[in-house]
């Protein structure tokens, strides 16, 4: 089993930033997402990074103002949120997946990702 704790969230002016954490526990998972969900809309992908090469892929919304990373001394993954608008609101969650290898649109897949967190909420507003 993997554990997935969010953490970070909060409310932000547009233009402003905020971090996103993700403390992962258990077994040794190979990728981890970040996914949102809006209110009323569908959940979609933000960015997702490989725990052993550092790759990363990125939505093409969030491409340039969001940043993953990861420390894998921590088992921690970041979501760098930089100039927020208020398309970004939603709830943020990090998920874990345990697939090899493939392109973007395996990476951008939730079907993909086993394990959840349990959501973090981003507020854009002034």
């Known amino acids: 089993q993997v554990q997935l704790v969010e953490s970070g969230g909060g409310l932000v002016q547009p233009g402003g930033s905020l971090r996103l954490s993700c403390a992962a526990s258990g077994r040794t998972t190979r990728v981890m997402g970040w996914f949102r969900q809006a209110l009323g809309k569908e959940r979609e992908f933000v960015a997702a990074i490989r725990w052993s090469t550092g790759t990363t892929y990125y939505v093409d919304s969030v491409t340039g103002r969001f940043t993953i990373s990861r420390d894998n001394a921590k088992n921690t993954v970041y979501l760098q949120l930089n100039s927020l608008n208020s398309e970004d609101t939603a709830v943020y969650y990090c998920?874990?997946?345990?697939?090899?290898?493939?392109?973007?649109?395996?990476?951008?897949?939730?079907?993909?990702?086993?394990?959840w967190g349990q959501g973090t909420q981003v507020t854009v507003a002034s």
């Open positions: 998920a874990a997946g345990e697939f090899v290898g493939g392109d973007y649109d395996v990476f951008a897949a939730d079907k993909n990702y086993h394990y």
